[in-house]
């Protein structure tokens, strides 16, 4: 398929009520040898690059640089690789797209049980860098009941 | 009558190891149900109808592991989410991989 329509998802925040939002898309990373694996990324426009843990990068084959780059992440304090990633989007076509990626934190090493949510590495899909061959947008159409918060438009250019 | 900030049970399981996290069929807590009775009342009847097990299921995850920083693997069932696995680890293990084939009709939660 060149158009995949993703339903905003909406989660009550326990503190005040409130229902937060987001998107989540399922990417299937692609690793050196040629295997997929399947990993769900937040989109986020707000972040200034794709990030994905280093240590979940490693375990799952990807290529991550071996030494870290010469600044640490400004959000959570970790250390950055520069990379790329190569995904499939799963619920559209076959084709393999690339995005530049920070892979955050030690390669070796989980993070421990207890970490802070804010110093976590987190997967989070920056969709600017793919605007040269995809389109994305957002809307609510009354008719479709399966995304009562809306929906998040992916489609080939 | 829900009053706000609530105590979710993942305030209570903080710095939990993920084999020490809830596994295995999760009970739809009474909280839940209300926040969902909530939403019944902003969406058109079949929109809410066609969301209400998803709702149910989703948030349910939401109540145990929010804020835990903890990936969870779940399969959406009438009678509450169930855990197939926590954490990156437990999941990749369970998956093969995360081999796409092995994730299919699965969900995921992240913080």
Request: a negative charge; glycine letters at 8%.
């Given at each position: 398929m060149?158009?995949l329509?993703?339903?905003v998802?909406?989660?009550t ?6 229902v ?6 399922r ?7 040629g295997?997929f ?10 972040t ?11 375990q ?11 600044v ?6 970790l250390e ?5 990633l ?13 995005a530049?990626?920070f ?8 993070p421990r049980p207890?970490?802070p ?11 600017l ?11 609510k ?5 399966g ?8 489609e080939?250019? | 009558?829900l009053t ?14 993920p084999?020490e996290?809830?596994h ?13 009775e909530?939403e019944?009342?902003?969406h058109?009847?079949e929109?809410?109808a066609?969301?209400?097990?998803k709702f149910l ?16 693997l ?12 926590v954490?990156?680890d437990?999941?990749?293990?369970l998956t093969d991989?995360?081999k796409p084939?092995k ?9």
């Amino acid at each position: 398929m060149s158009r995949l329509a993703i339903p905003v998802n909406g989660r009550t925040l326990h503190a005040t009520g409130d229902v937060m939002l987001s998107v989540w898309v399922r990417l299937n990373l692609r690793d050196g040898a040629g295997n997929f694996a399947a990993r769900d990324f937040r989109v986020d426009s707000g972040t200034d690059i794709t990030t994905f843990p280093a240590y979940e990068a490693k375990q799952l084959g990807l290529y991550v640089p071996q030494h870290p780059a010469s600044v640490t992440h400004e959000q959570t304090g970790l250390e950055v690789r520069s990379g790329m990633l190569a995904f499939q989007i799963d619920g559209m076509d076959q084709t393999l797209y690339a995005a530049p990626c920070f892979f955050l934190g030690d390669p070796n090493v989980p993070p421990r049980p207890g970490t802070p949510r804010g110093q976590l590495p987190r997967n989070l899909l920056q969709p600017l860098h793919l605007l040269d061959v995809l389109k994305f947008s957002t809307e609510k159409d009354s008719a479709s009941i399966g995304a009562p918060h809306g929906e998040f438009i992916i489609e080939k250019r | 009558m829900l009053t706000f900030p609530l105590h979710n049970a993942a305030l209570d399981l903080k710095g939990k190891p993920p084999d020490e996290l809830p596994h295995g069929l999760l009970t739809i807590p009474a909280e839940v149900r209300e926040l969902v009775e909530v939403e019944r009342a902003k969406h058109r009847p079949e929109v809410f109808a066609a969301n209400e097990g998803k709702f149910l299921n989703d948030w349910t995850v939401h109540w145990y592991f929010d804020g835990l920083g903890q990936e969870v693997l779940y399969r959406r069932t009438p009678e509450g989410p169930e855990v197939l696995a926590v954490g990156f680890d437990e999941i990749r293990s369970l998956t093969d991989g995360m081999k796409p084939e092995k994730m299919a009709g699965l969900q995921t939660y992240q913080d």
